[in-house]
């Protein structure tokens, strides 16, 4: 699939679920998406990582508006000022669902899309080179700072750094490995940003690729009709008469 349809699918699994706010067409996004990292093969990759970003999120939501929720009316349990109110854990729910379908979205176009691609699209298409190198620069932050970091582990050990099980043990492992991890990033920074200007990257020249990304007639179609379709739900949604601007139940 050409990144482009993938980014239209993108912005509308995360736009419209964000809009309606509805905890069923959350769920329903997120079924979808896990049929999809399925079909891909990626669901071993996605989800572990969906799982670290979203339960800390979900241990704050459920722990601020299960216990302190102000409307809540349905008291199941309560202590002091806290209370756990059904309606508190209602919205915490909700919530839960509408930053998940946002995680699961972007991590499935995150490890479903090749940078490469990406940049021979954008070029393809007269699209921002600088957009594009933005985008692929954030699929690829989190593997190279996992790979630098693995190495930069690698190589103190075998210089005798030995980390214990100890909580102040793992924070003095943590800092020895925090400060050449964020030298050698901010090295690898300029080291980009001196090779994107000697290579004329923000001169606004047209650019081709040697890269051949599949595209079709209805892939293109597709593109068109999901964006427009967006846009005439988001004038109807947020309209005067629209879903967006009707009272919370």
Not at 76 to 91: D, I, K, M, N, Q
Not at 138 to 165: H, K, V, Y
């Amino acid at each position: 699939m050409n990144p482009l349809t993938r980014l239209a699918a993108v912005a509308v699994a995360i736009v419209v679920p964000t809009a309606v706010g509805h905890w069923a067409l959350s769920l329903a996004v997120l079924l979808t998406v896990a049929a999809a990292t399925v079909a891909e093969g990626m669901a071993q990759r996605v989800w572990p990582e969906c799982g670290l970003v979203l339960l800390p999120l979900a241990a704050s939501l459920f722990l601020t508006h299960g216990l302190f929720f102000v409307e809540g009316r349905t008291v199941l349990w309560s202590l002091g000022p806290a209370r756990l109110t059904v309606e508190g854990l209602s919205f915490a729910g909700a919530m839960v669902l509408r930053a998940a379908v946002f995680v699961a979205v972007l991590l499935a176009f995150s490890c479903g899309t090749r940078p490469a691609d990406i940049m021979a699209v954008f070029a393809r298409y007269r699209l921002p080179a600088e957009l594009g190198f933005v985008l692929c620069s954030t699929l690829t932050i989190a593997p190279d700072i996992r790979r630098r970091a693995q190495a930069i582990r690698e190589a103190q050990q075998l210089r005798g750094l030995r980390g214990g099980r100890s909580l102040p043990a793992r924070l003095r492992s943590v800092r020895v490995l925090a400060v050449p991890l964020l030298l050698s990033l901010m090295h690898d920074a300029e080291q980009r940003a001196t090779a994107l200007e000697a290579r004329g990257f923000g001169a606004g020249n047209l650019r081709t690729s040697l890269r051949e990304v599949p595209d079709s007639k209805l892939q293109s179609a597709f593109r068109w009709m999901v964006l427009a379709g967006l846009a005439v739900f988001l004038v109807i949604w947020f309209g005067p008469a629209g879903g967006g601007n009707a009272p919370s139940a």
